[in-house]
């Protein structure tokens, strides 16, 4: 049984209170995970247009939002200037790589990409791509291999984009296991390494769902093989910390090995991974449509 941790960095309070308290919990549990990192602006406030999208304010109200994410971070974009992410530390993403953590790309602009990508036209999504891309090499001297789309959100557009990228791989969807994504007719080079359990915020406060059991519920779902669980610096790295080292010592006390994705995409071989399409659907406890991994 082996998990991977994937951390997806989305705010700024996320970034800088997060990350340094997940890259602690890690370094005391001796295990890495794979980081993902939203790179320009935090407006965080501009979430507030999904407001009639189903399932949204229930979700906010269950994950007590305004606690996780904070106030002045749901104002940003909006009533407050939005603020750069990783130009305001550059420091904790070296960090990071420095501690032997995956890193990757997880946006430019997280909530252009995740309300607006069916929009963008492909020279838009690789300008964006391109902004975090260079700010990474700025940074750290070296081109990122992977990426992780937020919100899951793909198009035709965004994986032409990522194959011209050569990446190692990328982690963009929900399924059960590593693939070749197909979309109307075309198949892409990039492999998909797709998340496997639910987020915490999909299931607290439902189906009985509580901090509690959380991870009664999260140890039920392990399977043989890759698991791949998603984290939130926001939520796991701040009020959930806690619960996120427990996970990590029950699992590696019933013999769970932490691995990284990149670990898992260097022992993938193109050809023999299954090509599935990408269809977009509904996810119990998450508003929006995601990308989920189809038949082959």
Same mark, same amino acid.
């Given at each position: 049984?082996?998990?991977?941790?994937?951390?997806?960095?989305?705010?700024?309070?996320?970034?800088?209170?997060?990350?340094?308290?997940?890259?602690? +919990?890690?370094?005391?549990?001796?295990?890495?995970?794979?980081?993902? @990192?939203?790179?320009?602006?935090?407006?965080?406030?501009?979430?507030?247009?999904?407001? @009639?999208?189903?399932?949204? /304010?229930?979700?906010?109200?269950?994950?007590?939002?305004?606690?996780? %994410?904070?106030?002045?971070?749901?104002?940003?974009?909006?009533? +407050?200037?939005?603020?750069? /992410?990783?130009?305001?530390?550059?420091? /904790?993403?070296?960090?990071? *790589?420095?501690?032997?953590? $995956?890193?990757?790309?997880?946006?430019?602009?997280?909530?252009?990409?995740?309300?607006?990508? $069916?929009?963008?036209?492909?020279?838009? =999504?690789?300008?964006?791509?391109?902004?975090?891309?260079?700010? %990474?090499?700025?940074?750290?001297?070296?081109?990122?291999?992977?990426?992780?789309?937020?919100?899951?959100?793909?198009?035709?557009?965004?994986?032409?984009?990522?194959?011209?990228?050569?990446?190692? %791989?990328?982690?963009?969807?929900?399924?059960?296991?590593? @693939?070749?994504?197909?979309?109307?007719?075309?198949?892409?080079?990039?492999?998909?390494?797709?998340?496997?359990?639910?987020?915490?915020?999909?299931? +607290?406060?439902?189906?009985?769902?509580? *901090? $509690?059991?959380?991870? $009664?519920? %999260?140890?039920?779902?392990?399977?043989?093989?890759?698991?791949?669980?998603?984290?939130?610096?926001?939520?796991?790295?701040?009020?959930?910390?806690?619960?996120?080292?427990?996970?990590?010592?029950?699992?590696?006390?019933?013999?769970?090995? @932490?691995?990284?994705?990149?670990?898992?995409? *260097?022992?993938?071989?193109?050809?023999? +991974?299954?090509?599935?399409?990408?269809?977009?659907?509904? =996810?119990?406890?998450?508003?929006?449509?995601?990308?989920?991994?189809?038949?082959?």
């Amino acid at each position: 049984m082996r998990i991977a941790l994937k951390v997806d960095v989305d705010t700024l309070r996320g970034y800088l209170e997060g990350v340094p308290r997940l890259l602690k +919990l890690m370094d005391r549990r001796g295990i890495r995970g794979s980081f993902f @990192f939203s790179f320009g602006p935090d407006n965080s406030g501009k979430a507030i247009r999904r407001i @009639f999208r189903k399932g949204f /304010i229930s979700k906010m109200v269950r994950t007590n939002a305004p606690g996780t %994410y904070g106030l002045k971070t749901m104002m940003y974009g909006t009533l +407050l200037p939005a603020p750069m /992410i990783v130009p305001s530390a550059p420091s /904790i993403l070296k960090e990071v *790589a420095k501690s032997g953590q $995956d890193t990757g790309i997880h946006s430019w602009d997280h909530v252009k990409w995740q309300d607006r990508l $069916d929009h963008l036209s492909e020279s838009e =999504i690789e300008s964006l791509l391109r902004k975090a891309g260079n700010m %990474y090499r700025k940074v750290l001297g070296t081109s990122s291999t992977c990426c992780a789309a937020p919100a899951w959100k793909t198009s035709l557009a965004s994986l032409s984009v990522q194959d011209r990228m050569g990446l190692l %791989y990328a982690s963009d969807s929900r399924g059960k296991t590593p @693939f070749l994504p197909s979309l109307r007719g075309r198949v892409f080079r990039t492999p998909q390494i797709p998340t496997t359990l639910p987020t915490m915020d999909e299931i +607290l406060g439902r189906d009985g769902c509580t *901090a $509690d059991n959380v991870n $009664d519920i %999260y140890m039920s779902l392990l399977t043989e093989g890759l698991n791949v669980h998603t984290v939130h610096a926001e939520m796991e790295g701040m009020s959930m910390l806690s619960k996120l080292d427990e996970l990590v010592k029950r699992a590696k006390s019933e013999g769970a090995e @932490f691995v990284t994705l990149k670990e898992e995409a *260097a022992k993938l071989t193109k050809e023999e +991974l299954p090509i599935c399409e990408v269809i977009q659907g509904e =996810i119990p406890g998450r508003a929006g449509a995601v990308s989920l991994q189809g038949g082959r």
